[in-house]
């Protein structure tokens, strides 16, 4: 079993097989690769661009892809991923990082969510595609995915989003298309509170049964602008990670905003010996062989 982070800043942290510099998060300020990690590429989902151009924002009868549309649960703003100059843009970037670093992972590469998209672009292309509604909307994501494989000469993973049963009506996500390209797919799991870890449990193995690809869970652990009283507890965040290893996924990757918020966490992993005690009984072993691993940098 394989252990990574997803990091904001291109800062490697000891103690960890993948590290994952995301290069350009859905807030759309893209930075430098980092030949150390691997990048991660956030497609369609950017405020940066859906700010400067909000004609090109993803839209659907019940409004734009944006943040403040709140009959959606969008966390960022979502450009059409119909749009082909920003399509061409994004293949650039991905096509660049790739080169410069150690492969590339994608993230919101999807349609925003159900009933997008409705602008007349889209209809027409809709329209001329002769295919249905949802075949159409998945054949635009598999495309864009498999264009960004062309890309790729390195390693290359595929992030989903947590939805196991409704991503193709929803996202125009198939699970069985994109794993002809991707090597594996990226899953988040997040949540600010993990007190309840069944469900986290339950998700990771509802994927791990789905996926034809090796499947790494992507945990929370600090994110950017967080009030550190407002993360997960490290005790929660472990127990989670614990019950998720034993449904026999093939990784879990935590998502961290810095070098210093990790080690952090590793820290207080390492010093809850009771805890570590209490896990030893839950089946996932490879959690606490890396905080063994840990406790020899920490």
């Known amino acids: 079993m394989k252990f990574g982070i997803f990091i904001y800043k291109p800062e490697t942290v000891e103690g960890f097989d993948l590290q994952f510099y995301r290069l350009k998060s859905e807030r759309g300020i893209v930075g ?24 090109w924002v993803s839209m659907s009868k019940d409004g734009p892809a944006l943040r403040t549309n709140k009959k959606y649960n969008f966390r960022w703003d979502i450009v059409c991923p119909t749009n082909k100059e920003f399509v061409a843009y994004m293949l650039d970037l991905i096509e660049d990082a790739a080169e410069k670093s150690k492969g590339v992972s994608l993230s919101s590469m999807h349609f925003a969510d159900h009933g997008f998209c409705t602008d007349q672009r889209c209809r027409v292309a809709h329209e001329k595609s002769g295919l249905d509604w949802f075949e159409w909307r998945k054949q635009i994501v598999t495309d864009f995915v498999k264009s960004a494989k062309d890309r790729v000469k390195n390693r290359f993973f595929v992030g989903l989003l947590p939805d196991p049963v409704m991503s193709y009506q929803r996202f125009g996500i198939d699970f069985d298309a994109l794993a002809e390209y991707a090597e594996a797919f990226v899953v988040p799991h997040f949540s600010k509170s993990y007190a309840t870890p069944w469900y986290f449990e339950t998700l990771a193995r509802a994927f791990k049964n789905i996926l034809k690809k090796p499947v790494y869970v992507n945990l929370y652990v600090h994110g950017p602008g967080d009030n550190p009283n407002e993360v997960p507890k490290a ?36 010093e809850n010996v009771k805890l570590r005690e209490e896990l030893e009984d839950y089946g996932g072993k490879p959690v606490l062989d890396l905080i063994d691993k840990w406790e020899t940098i920490v």
Not at 35 to 55: L, S
Request: hydrophobic residues 40%.
């Open 235 to 270: 005790e929660d965040l472990l127990k989670t990670a614990v019950r998720v290893a034993r449904t026999g996924v093939d990784g879990i990757i935590f998502l961290t905003e810095n070098a210093e918020r990790i080690k952090a966490f590793q820290k207080a992993a390492v």
């Open 32 to 55: 430098t690769p980092s030949e150390k990690m691997y990048t991660n590429i956030a497609c369609f989902g950017d405020n940066n661009i859906a700010g400067q151009r909000p004609d």
